[in-house]
C-alpha cells in the first residue's frame, strides 16, 4: 500500500493531472458514477494520499460542480470545492493557431466544448471566495514583457487574433482556503504544452509567458501580492531540464529566493529512468513513451520561503507492485504531494 499517514500539525498539498477530462460535457460525471476504470483509479490514488487541499488540472468543468461533487465523494470526502468555468474550450471565431480553419485548437485554450480540461480545487477548509483573484482574461499582449508569436515581421497568425487571444489556456487563479492559524493562499494554473506549433512557437512562447504571470504577480505588477503563506500549485508543462518548451523559464522558477523547490522525489520514476534525459529521473511527475516525450517533470509544488516543509513526493510506485498498476490506468501523471507545518502566525 502507499504511505499516507500526515501529521495532525501539518496541511497536506497535492496536485493531481489525472486525465479526468471527457469528448463532451456530462461524460466525466456518468464515468464517475458509473465507477470507468480510469476515474475509480485517480479518485482511489487520491483517497489513499488523504490531502487536505488538492488541485486537479484536468477535470472538467460544469456549472453545477456536479462531476466535481461526485470525484469529492469518491476520493475521501472533501467539504468544499472551487472551479471557474476555463479558458480550455471558450470558442472564438478566429483562427488562433495559423492552420487555417476554425476548430477545438482555436478556442482561448485548446477544448471540443466549454469546459473541457479545466481547473478544480478540493479541501478540507472552507474557501474564501470574497478573495479569489483571477487573472485568467488577462490578454497575452497585456502581460509585461510577453513574447508573441512572429513569421518575420508580422503577427502570427494575425493582428486580430492577437487582440484577442488571452494569456492563460486554462486559467490562474489566487484561492485563499481558511486552513488552521489563517489564510493560505494558492496561486494555481495549468499551461499548454510547449508543442503541436511551428517555427514561430506559439505553444512553447506562451506556456513561458503562462509561467511569467506568477513572477509578475509576486512582483506586484497585477495587483499586491500576498506578503506570506503561499504556494504556486500547477501543471506547468515545463521540465527544467528535458523535453521541448523553454526549460530557462523554468529553471528560472525554481530558483525564485521568495520559493522553494522541496524536490519531491519517487521510486518509480528513478527505476524507470530515460537514459537519454539529464538530471535526476526521481523527479519525474509524467509516464509518457520513450518514443514521444519521454518521462518529465512537469507538475509543481512550490511554497514560500517563510513555510516549513515536512515532507514531500511524487506518488509512482515501483514496477510490478499493485499501486503501479492502479496509476498506470489512471493515466501518465502522478500525483505530487507535499505536507507543510501548521503555523499559529498564518494570519494574513
Known sequence: MW??????????????????????????????????????????IVAEASPDILLLTDF?????????????????????GFALLPNAGMATDLDLDGDGRVDARDAQGYGRFAGDGGLAILSRWPI????????????????????????GEDPFPSEAAQTIQRLSSTGHWVVSIEVPGGLLHLLVHSATPPV?????????????????????????????????????????????????????????????????DPRPRSAGGAALADPDHAGDPALDTA?????????????????????TVLNSEVRWSPPGTPEAAVEAVAGPHRLVLMDVEVSPDMTN
Open 3 to 44: 504511505p499516507f499517514s500526515a501529521s495532525a500539525d501539518s496541511i497536506r498539498l497535492a496536485v493531481f493531472a489525472a486525465p479526468l477530462s471527457r469528448d463532451g460535457p456530462g461524460l466525466l460525471l456518468r464515468d464517475i458514477l458509473d465507477q470507468d476504470p480510469q476515474a475509480a483509479g485517480a479518485a482511489r
Open 60 to 80: 472538467d468543468y460544469d456549472s453545477g460542480l456536479a462531476a466535481l461533487s461526485a470525484f469529492a465523494e469518491v476520493a475521501g470526502g472533501f467539504e468544499h
Open 128 to 151: 474564501d471566495r470574497s478573495r479569489v483573484q483571477d487573472f485568467s482574461a488577462l490578454l497575452w499582449r497585456d502581460l509585461p514583457g510577453a513574447t508573441l508569436p512572429q513569421v
Open 196 to 260: 503541436f506549433d511551428g517555427p514561430e512557437d506559439r505553444n512553447g512562447l506562451r506556456n513561458r509567458d503562462e509561467l511569467r504571470l506568477w513572477t509578475h504577480f509576486l512582483d506586484g505588477a497585477l495587483g499586491p501580492p500576498p506578503g506570506d503563506r503561499f504556494v504556486i500549485m500547477a501543471n506547468t508543462n515545463l521540465d527544467p531540464e528535458n523535453g521541448d518548451g523553454r526549460r530557462e523559464a523554468m529553471q528560472s522558477m525554481l530558483s525564485d529566493p521568495r520559493l522553494q
Open 287 to 307: 509516464d509518457w513513451d520513450d518514443d514521444g516525450a519521454g518521462n518529465l517533470r512537469v507538475v509543481y509544488i512550490m511554497p514560500s520561503r517563510d513555510m
